[in-house]
Structure formats: structure tokens, C-alpha cells
């Protein structure tokens, strides 16, 4: 067995960019992993990953064979009858293959396929040094690398995602020899920038992350995420607060620097009259800095992280701190001049704000969703008149200067300023808090796995924009085809599914989407080609279309959910509960076999070529096994139907499971089309009774394979 010696590369670099990072250290790690095995060099690759910072990529693989397997090739020639002539002598075409293959004729071997014998030559060659591989395997993964904008640098024709200024490649203790980019390969790297002037030569690939930490950088992306995240719970919790870490705003930081330093900073007690989100999104979004709160409030303080250990973090304080100072300024002026103007005023500049051509105005859409917002809330025990206003001032933030500043705190900045508003003063306390808090909740869901509103009034709020906003774009020819998508209809019908059933609002959808439709400007109307009946059912298809995810996450089946799906129920509440009942039933044991006999007894009166009589007559029930079948049906019809007027669904099915004896009884015993037709028709009446009852919850049939 070959001798195994880890490998190190490291690509010394400017700083790269900082989001790509990640995944450009990923990709060069997996392309020198496909480069090795495709040249079917041995790798040992437990517990190794990417390594890299701002300044650097690098792969450091415990094992690398010191070189390939033997490689054995095998070439077929021409047949026999081709190869060789009547006399036995070799052929023009034998000869050319054996001087091709370097060797006399009489040397080649032959084998056998289907088609008759033929020439072959078979070869072992020694396998290569790992190190003569490894230029084509370095330069190989590198080409694989996704970049998407290579820079060029000096009067070079190369390109990298950055400039490359060194490269370290050890097999073992050795240095193998090559050039990338205009660079001889060695086996000195760099230490930290600042911190660390000294050469920095790499003994073995064993040394290298010690080496590295001894120059003050920290190569390993999860120490380094580690190191941040003590330092900056640390500074956090020396004031009395907590640190607000959140992942991106973390995985940048650590795409960031090589050798992180938390600098407690502060900012003027003032800024915090601003809404708390606007002032962390700028800590966060544009310095990359981790705000402190306490009790989930925003404190005055907040952490930087330095790529170096100041001899006086005082002056990098001051840095950090000035840097936010005029952005903090410019949101407490717009907030300022916002409470100004107050709500009502935004809403009238909604009027010049096109919504979409053929839908009007945004004030023209808010009209829309008030009306809506005004019908479903008594559906469910919400304020009609409240609902109204609060959806009439529900846009009235995108006016604001806040918002033109800070897109992500629409809704956000609303619940601020309702809660200050001069014209909401004749609320009470109570209505004036649910009001602002709605103006919020109407976002949410605002992105996948987001939660959906709270508050009663804010999913009203939600459910009505979403209607809206679905109705109109699929009358207006908008529904999405393919990525295109710009009015993102399919998250707000998921949202709008996921507020109906996850609130238990039991509101009739098709209804509401018909007073939807109905409200929509003229030039959107339903024509004579496309009615309302058409533009219903195709919405609330597209709504059912995106609940097929939904339920798969819930590890609902799609037969569980095509049998609810295909009773089209009015409310989504309803929906939800049936899919929980049928999977309720598809455990039990009858379930299969009940779901067989109801996909037969479907098919047979669908093929029926006479009228089925309503009712089933007692007097034709001729066999044992048709009467018990009758009396059963009659029982669980009688023992169900408050259940099943009441949503029990679970106690329907239940119910229904205690059949299967008797089903299968009458399918082992009696000819549904007897040659009587009194009896066919008694039957078949018999078997449509049966059948209303097991499809009274869901299309069992579905669940049959």
C-alpha cells in the first residue's frame, strides 16, 4: 500500500469578497477532492473541511497516497475476420492497431463479445507521484470555482476572484513545485497583516494552523465564529444586556477578519426615541456591528468587532461609534418629520402611487382591502369598523420618509406612528394599541418560515391585503409562470392559507374571493370568455397548489392530501381538519381496504347505464349479506351525521372503519348487476348510499395504490 502524508494548499490572496466567501473555500475544497479521485488517489479526509479568511483559501487533508494505483488499460481491436487475412497473415487494420498500441501484433491478446473474437491490447503502467498530479489537480479545482467575476491584475491574461500573492503546497514535509498565477508555490505563508511582519514558513502541513494562530490568525471559519460569538456575549453581558447575533450579520463578521477583537461602543441615549428596528438594521446592515438589548429592548450599546488588538481601543470605539452617528441622525429626522405629517397624510399621497396599471392606485387598493377587511372580521369576532380603519391606514407608511429610507420596516414604521398619531386620539387605549400593532401584523407572514400575525385585527388585516392582492393579479392576467413572479402571488396565497388555517378561522374562501373579484376595478372584470365561476376556481386551485408543500413538511402524504383536495372544501380550517382526520384513518387497518371497495364502488356506478334510485328499497334486499350492508349503512348514517355537521371528522371515519366486514361480505357474496334490474337498481342505490357516506369526509379512494 502506498505511504499516505497530508496535503496542504493554501492560496494567499487581497481580501475576498466578503458573501462569496463561504462558498468559494467550499468549491476549491470539494474540486482538489474530485481532482484526487478522479486520478484515483487515496484520500483521507476525516474531520478536514474548508479552511479560509478574508485573505486566504486552503485545504488541509490529514491523507493524501504519495501516488496512484497502477493504471491498466485495456484497448479492443478488430475482429478476427477483419484482422487477419485467409492465409493468417495480419491485415493493414491489425497492423495500424498494434503500431498505435507501440507493440508487434503477435503481442496482442484477444477476447470475445457477441459478435465473435477480436484483438485486444491490455497494459499495466506504474501509477504517478502524487506530486507530479498535483499542479493539474490544483489548477483543475480552480477552473471549477464558481466566479462569477474574475478580477485580472497587472499585464497578466489570468484572473481570480482576487489578486493571488502566494501559494503554499506541501505533501508531507515537501514542497511540490509549481506556478499559479504568476506565482512560485513554497512554503511560506502570511501571518496577520498588521500584527505579525515576519515571514511565516509552514514546516508541514501538520504545523499549519498552530502557525497561523501563532500569527495571530485564525484560519478555522468555526473558531473564528466561536471566538466572535464569546467575545461578543462577553462585552454584551459587561453592560448588562444581550448580544442580538444574528446569522448572516454573524457569518459576514467572521468573512471579515482573521483575528477578532469585540469593542464595547455606545451611541446618544437620544437615538432610542427612534423605532429600535431602524437603528439595528444600520448597525447590522450597513456596519456590521451587534446591537445590545435588554428585555428585548435596544440599549444605548452596541459591539464591533476589529481585525486587530489596538494599543487603544478607546480610538477604535470613537471610530465605530462615529461611523452610525449621521445615519442615526438622518432616521430620527425622518421619524421626526413623519410624526409631522402623521398617518392621514401619507394615505393621500397614496393616491399618485400606481399599484399596477390595470388595478389603480395604491389608495385605490387600500379601499379595496378595507371593504374586505370590513366583511371577514365579524366572521370572526373582530370589530368591523376597526378593521376598516386599520386597513385604510394599512399602506399609509409607504409614504413616509422612514420607509423610503429603510424599505424593510414597512408596517413596522405604521405601528410606530399609529401609536403617536394625534388623529387616532378618540381610540381608546386598547383599540389604539391593536390598530398599530395590525398595521404591522398585515406583513407577516413576510418571508418563508416567518410567523403570521398575532394579533386578531392583524390577521384580518393580513388575510384581506392577500385577497386582494391575489383576486386582482389573476384577473389582471398576472399568475405566475415559470421563476416570474413579481407580485409574489405564490407567498401570498401560502400566507394567505397559512393565516386562514392556522388561526382556525372558519371563513368561506370561495366566497370571499368572489367579493374579492367583485371589487376590482372594471378594466379587470371576468368577461365573456373567462366568468367569475372560471377565475374562482383557478385561484383557488393555485391557493390548494401551494398547500401540497405545506402538508408535505407535515409529513402529510400527497394521497392524504389529493383525497381532502379533491372535495374542494370552502374554508381551509375545514380542509386542515379533514387532512388531520384522514391521516387519523389511514393508520387503522380497514383503512386500505375501505379505500379499495370505495374506488371500486365509484367505478361501478359511474359505468351504471341506468338511473339510480334515491332510495334503497328494504323488500329487493334479497341476500343475507346486501341486507347487512344496508342496516350497517343505515346505522353508521344515523350515528355520523352529527358528528359529521359539527367537524368531527375523525369520529366519522372511525365510524366508517367498522364497515369493512360487511363491504366485504357483500363484494365475496352478491352480483351488483344482477340480471333483474329491480335488484341492479336496488344495489346500486344501495352502493351510491354507502358511497356518500365514505366520501362524506374525503375522497377515500385516494388513498387506494
Known amino acids: 500500500m502506498t505511504d499516505m502524508h497530508p496535503l496542504l494548499i493554501e492560496l494567499g490572496t487581497e481580501e475576498l469578497p466578503v458573501k462569496a466567501l463561504p462558498g468559494l473555500a467550499q468549491a476549491f475544497f470539494d474540486g482538489v477532492i474530485a481532482a484526487l479521485d478522479k486520478r484515483g488517489v487515496a484520500v483521507e479526509r476525516t474531520g478536514a473541511k474548508p479552511l479560509y479568511t478574508p485573505r486566504r483559501l486552503a485545504v488541509l487533508l490529514p491523507g493524501v497516497a504519495s501516488e496512484q494505483p497502477e493504471q491498466r488499460s485495456e484497448v479492443l481491436g478488430p475482429y478476427l475476420n477483419i484482422a487477419l487475412d485467409a492465409d493468417g497473415n495480419p491485415t493493414k487494420a491489425l497492423q495500424g492497431f498494434a503500431a498505435k498500441a507501440g507493440i508487434d501484433w503477435t503481442a496482442l491478446e484477444k477476447t470475445s463479445d457477441a459478435k465473435g473474437e477480436r484483438f485486444v491490447h491490455r497494459a499495466v503502467t506504474p501509477g504517478a507521484a502524487t506530486a507530479a498530479l498535483l499542479?493539474?489537480?490544483?489548477?483543475?479545482?480552480?477552473?471549477?470555482?464558481?466566479?462569477?467575476?474574475?478580477?485580472?491584475?497587472?499585464a497578466h491574461s489570468y484572473a481570480f476572484a482576487r489578486p493571488v500573492h502566494w501559494l503554499v503546497l506541501l505533501h508531507g514535509g515537501t514542497v511540490v513545485d509549481t506556478e499559479l498565477f504568476g506565482v512560485r508555490s513554497g512554503r511560506s505563508s502570511r501571518g496577520h497583516r498588521f500584527m505579525h511582519d515576519a515571514a511565516l514558513e509552514i514546516a508541514t502541513p501538520g504545523d499549519y494552523v498552530d502557525a497561523l494562530r501563532n500569527a495571530k490568525v485564525i484560519v478555522d471559519a468555526d473558531a473564528r465564529r466561536a471566538e466572535i460569538v464569546r467575545e461578543v456575549e462577553d462585552a454584551a453581558r459587561a453592560v448588562g444586556g444581550d448580544a442580538r447575533i444574528e446569522a448572516d450579520n454573524l457569518e459576514q463578521v467572521v468573512c471579515l477578519v482573521e483575528w477578532p477583537k469585540a469593542v464595547p461602543c455606545t451611541f446618544e441615549a437620544e437615538f432610542l426615541a427612534v423605532p429600535q428596528e431602524a437603528l439595528i438594521a444600520t448597525m447590522e446592515a450597513n456596519q456590521k456591528f451587534f446591537p445590545v438589548l435588554r428585555d428585548g429592548r435596544l440599549t444605548?450599546?452596541?459591539?464591533?468587532?476589529?481585525?486587530?488588538?489596538?494599543?487603544?481601543?478607546?480610538?477604535?470605539?470613537?471610530?465605530?461609534?462615529?461611523?452610525?452617528?449621521?445615519?442615526?441622525?438622518d432616521a430620527k429626522f425622518f421619524f421626526d418629520e413623519d410624526l409631522k405629517q402623521g398617518l392621514s397624510a401619507m394615505n393621500d399621497g397614496l393616491r399618485t402611487v400606481t399599484y399596477q396599471a390595470k388595478l389603480g392606485s395604491v389608495a385605490a387598493k387600500t379601499v379595496r382591502v378595507a371593504a374586505?377587511?370590513?366583511?371577514?372580521?365579524?366572521?370572526?369576532?373582530?370589530?368591523?369598523?376597526?378593521?376598516?380603519?386599520?386597513?385604510l391606514l394599512s399602506k399609509a407608511d409607504l409614504q413616509s420618509r422612514m420607509v423610503n429610507e429603510f424599505p424593510e420596516l414597512q408596517g413596522i414604521a405604521g405601528r410606530y406612528y399609529a401609536k403617536q398619531d394625534a388623529a387616532l386620539a378618540g381610540l381608546s387605549d386598547d383599540d389604539r394599541a391593536a390598530l398599530a400593532n395590525a398595521l404591522d401584523e398585515a406583513w407577516q407572514p413576510r418571508f418563508a418560515g416567518d410567523d403570521i400575525a398575532l394579533s386578531p385585527l392583524g390577521k384580518v388585516l393580513a388575510i384581506a391585503e392577500r385577497l386582494d392582492t391575489l383576486g386582482g393579479g389573476f384577473a389582471a392576467g398576472l399568475k405566475p409562470t415559470g421563476n416570474k413572479d413579481a407580485f409574489a402571488l405564490r407567498r401570498n396565497a401560502l400566507g394567505l392559507a397559512r393565516t386562514l388555517i392556522e388561526s382556525g378561522f372558519d371563513v368561506d374562501l370561495l366566497g370571499m374571493i368572489d367579493v374579492a373579484i367583485t371589487a376590482l376595478p372594471a378594466a379587470v372584470?371576468?368577461?365573456?370568455?373567462?366568468?367569475?365561476?372560471?377565475?374562482?376556481?383557478?385561484?383557488?386551485?393555485?391557493i390548494l397548489d401551494r398547500l401540497k408543500g405545506y402538508y408535505a413538511d407535515k409529513s402529510v402524504t400527497v394521497q392524504q392530501f389529493n383525497a381532502v383536495a379533491a372535495l374542494q372544501p370552502k374554508s381551509l380550517y375545514d380542509l386542515d381538519r379533514r387532512i388531520d382526520a384522514i391521516g387519523t384513518f389511514a393508520a387503522l387497518p380497514e383503512a386500505a381496504a375501505l379505500a379499495a371497495?370505495?374506488?371500486?364502488?365509484?367505478?361501478?356506478?359511474?359505468?351504471?347505464?341506468?338511473?339510480?334510485?334515491?332510495?334503497?328499497d328494504p323488500s329487493l334486499l334479497r341476500e343475507p349479506a346486501e341486507a347487512a350492508l344496508a342496516e350497517a349503512v343505515e346505522a353508521?348514517?344515523?350515528?355520523?351525521?352529527?358528528?359529521?355537521?359539527?367537524g368531527d371528522y375523525v369520529s366519522v371515519l372511525t365510524h366508517l372503519a367498522r364497515l369493512r366486514p360487511q363491504v366485504d361480505a357483500f363484494f365475496d357474496s352478491v352480483m351488483v348487476n344482477a340480471d333483474d334490474a329491480a335488484l341492479r337498481a336496488n344495489r346500486l342505490a344501495l352502493l351510491k348510499r354507502l358511497s356518500e357516506r365514505l366520501g362524506s369526509v374525503a375522497a377515500i379512494e385516494h388513498l387506494s395504490s
Open 135 to 154: 499542479p493539474d489537480v490544483l489548477r483543475e479545482a480552480i477552473a471549477a470555482m464558481p466566479i462569477p467575476k474574475p478580477m485580472r491584475w497587472g
Open 300 to 329: 444605548e450599546h452596541f459591539i464591533g468587532i476589529a481585525n486587530i488588538v489596538s494599543k487603544d481601543e478607546a480610538e477604535v470605539a470613537k471610530g465605530y461609534e462615529r461611523v452610525i452617528r449621521p445615519r442615526f441622525a
Open 372 to 391: 374586505l377587511a370590513e366583511i371577514i372580521a365579524p366572521q370572526v369576532g373582530v370589530d368591523a369598523a376597526l378593521a376598516k380603519q386599520a386597513a
Open 525 to 542: 372584470q371576468p368577461h365573456a370568455d373567462r366568468n367569475t365561476e372560471t377565475l374562482r376556481v383557478d385561484l383557488y386551485d393555485f
Open 597 to 616: 371497495a370505495d374506488k371500486r364502488i365509484r367505478n361501478i356506478l359511474r359505468k351504471a347505464d341506468i338511473e339510480i334510485p334515491g332510495d334503497v
Open 636 to 646: 353508521v348514517h344515523a350515528e355520523t351525521g352529527h358528528a359529521l355537521a359539527h
